[in-house]
């Protein structure tokens, strides 16, 4: 009589190799001779090479491919059954360490996708917040260089030939009523072009002016477009140059 050194169960067929309730590997004399024979006359049956679990292959894979959510969950799932398939199959099958890799990386995939889905709500917002912000500063800057052209025409009995002429500078022409970044031309994600209009039988000097406001980068840093002149009027377009035509803001 043989029994199960695993779990203690009795094993009717003395020439199998596996416990048949819990699948361990039934313990055999060794054979010595050729001329031994088992029960029925039969030789020994030679034991069984273990195999590696298909799973645990697949749960490694998916875990690879932790990134696409649908293979993250697949990777845990097929990870959990084979390691205990491994466990119940008594040395048949092997794997358990691509099993463990395939779970390990699966559940990285689930700790990483919901950080993906919440940047992939916020990163949007954030930039359509910046966006409004530039868009506000560079209506509050036109105002600035409004007030800034009519203080320089009443001082000096003309408007300013350029930005510089407001800003900062040693020069004499040189007015101090704007920062040096709004003279230069760039501020807060927009560029201001400022022109100065002549009157060709006068002095030379500006009569009339035109400034434009646009985005650095279209869609990125601002989404209008703005237009002002000496009558204080501030203008916008969406997504194209505005003009003296455009409508004015509110």
């Not at 910046?130 to 009519?150: G, T």
């Amino acid at each position: 009589m043989t029994f199960c050194t695993s779990c203690g169960q009795e094993i009717q067929q003395s020439d199998s190799l596996f416990c048949p309730n819990c699948g361990s590997r039934v313990a055999t004399a060794g054979v010595s001779s050729p001329a031994k024979m088992g029960p029925a006359g039969h030789s020994p049956a030679a034991p069984i090479a273990s195999e590696t679990s298909g799973l645990a292959i697949g749960s490694l894979i998916c875990g690879i491919l932790f990134f696409i959510f649908p293979s993250a969950v697949a990777a845990v799932i097929m990870g959990h059954i084979s390691r205990a398939e491994i466990r119940r199959s008594g040395g048949r099958k092997t794997g358990d360490g691509m099993a463990l890799a395939g779970l390990v990386l699966g559940y990285i995939g689930l700790s990483i996708i919901p950080l993906l889905i919440i940047s992939a709500i916020a990163i949007p917002n954030l930039l359509r917040a910046r966006m409004a912000a530039n868009e506000a500063s560079a209506m509050r800057s036109l105002r600035a260089l409004n007030k800034s052209a009519s203080v320089y025409s009443t001082t000096y009995g003309a408007y300013p030939s350029s930005l510089g002429a407001l800003g900062p500078s040693p020069s004499s022409t040189a007015a101090n009523l704007i920062d040096s970044a709004l003279a230069n031309g760039t501020k807060s994600g927009y560029v201001f072009v400022y022109y100065g209009i002549f009157d060709p039988a006068g002095k030379g000097e500006a009569e009339r002016y035109i400034i434009t406001a646009s985005p650095v980068t279209p869609r990125a840093t601002g989404m209008r477009y703005f237009f002002t002149d000496q009558s204080g009027t501030i203008r916008t377009e969406s997504n194209r140059v505005a003009t003296s035509e455009s409508p004015p803001i509110d």
